[in-house]
């Protein structure tokens, strides 16, 4: 039998953010980051990684001044001991 276990994918709309990193400090499990070069207005961006260590908590959704940011939970199987 597997049990299921909780993941999330983050998804950033880069229109909206306004690179404060707010999201970045609030991320317990070093999920995001920002882009290391800045967008046409300037601005170093918040990026998601790709999910691995996402436990889908929502801090960064919760911290957000922008509304940028949505979190999604995504369901994997885990093997069974």
């Given at each position: 039998?597997?049990?299921r ?5 983050v ?5 909206r953010?306004?690179?404060?990193g ?6 317990t499990?070093q999920?995001l980051?920002l882009?290391?070069?800045?967008d046409r207005?300037?601005?170093?961006t ?6 691995e260590r996402?436990t889908?908590?929502g ?5 957000c ?10 369901r994997?199987?885990?093997?069974a001991?």
């Amino acid at each position: 039998m597997s049990a299921r276990r909780a993941k999330g994918r983050v998804h950033i709309d880069a229109a909206r953010c306004k690179g404060c990193g707010l999201c970045v400090a609030a991320c317990t499990q070093q999920e995001l980051r920002l882009e290391r070069k800045p967008d046409r207005r300037g601005i170093r961006t918040a990026r998601a990684g790709d999910g691995e260590r996402c436990t889908a908590c929502g801090a960064c959704y919760v911290i957000c001044p922008d509304t940028a940011i949505t979190v999604a939970v995504v369901r994997e199987r885990e093997k069974a001991s």
